[in-house]
């Protein structure tokens, strides 16, 4: 098994509509990232999280939002989501100095119609 | 904020030949990170550099940090196919903060 897991892989959804991007990870990591990625732009941090009382705005927060479940749970909601949100969503998560780096998800490819 | 360029965007090669991506902070570092993301895949961490002049290397891939730690590089030597993919570098401060540069995508000819 992976150990940071994203559900969906991929999703469409209509204009409007609520939308959630679930993570969870085996790696026994207090820090857990959500990340946008779009052709050309590299990875933009849009929430984390450094524990699970921890909750902190990223660079590109406004249309999401967070909730941290648990230790092993991060999952991103679109509340209303629009098309310029289509990209690929990654989960991440690392330990408190990241010396072995992040370790990230497979993604979930977002498309808003 | 903190900005991490990375340069060049894309880079297109024959088979044997190298390959350079360059990465350069707005800030100093507390130290850098590189990651590579083959298509379709998700980004794989590949080395961290802590030290000022630091050089790291991983069979045909060496990776240097500034003197001045807001600069690093990533040299691939004699690229081969499996080298493909997107490489990112990932700045991080004094105040735990990572930033991610852009990526360098990378193909190579046969």
């Known amino acids: 098994d992976a150990d940071v897991t994203q559900t969906p892989r991929n999703r469409i959804t209509k204009t409007g509509k609520r939308i959630m991007l679930e993570c969870s990870q085996t790696k026994g990591h207090d820090r857990m990232y959500w990340y946008r990625q779009d052709p050309g732009l590299g990875l933009r941090l849009i929430y984390y999280s450094f524990d699970v009382k921890d909750i902190n705005k990223g660079e590109i927060s406004d249309g999401y939002s967070v909730s941290r479940q648990a230790q092993a749970k991060f999952s991103l909601s679109l509340e209303s989501a629009i098309p310029n949100q289509t990209a690929l969503y990654f989960c991440?998560?690392?330990?408190?100095?990241?010396?072995?780096?992040?370790?990230f998800g497979s993604g979930t490819r977002l498309t808003v119609v | 904020g903190q900005q991490v360029m990375q340069i060049p965007q894309y880079q297109h090669v024959q088979e044997g030949e190298d390959f350079t991506t360059y990465c350069n902070s707005s800030t100093t570092l507390s130290n850098i990170q590189w990651y590579k993301q083959r298509p379709g895949g998700h980004p794989v961490f590949l080395i961290q550099l802590v030290k000022s002049g630091e050089v790291k290397k991983q069979k045909r891939l060496t990776f240097q940090f500034g003197e001045a730690k807001k600069n690093s590089s990533l040299h691939i030597t004699a690229t081969q196919t499996t080298d493909v993919g997107t490489y990112f570098c990932?700045?991080?401060?004094?105040?735990?903060?990572?930033?991610f540069g852009d990526g360098t995508t990378l193909t190579v000819k046969p």
């Open positions: 991440a998560t690392s330990d408190y100095r990241a010396n072995y780096g992040y370790t």
């Open positions: 990932a700045g991080r401060t004094n105040a735990g903060k990572s930033t």
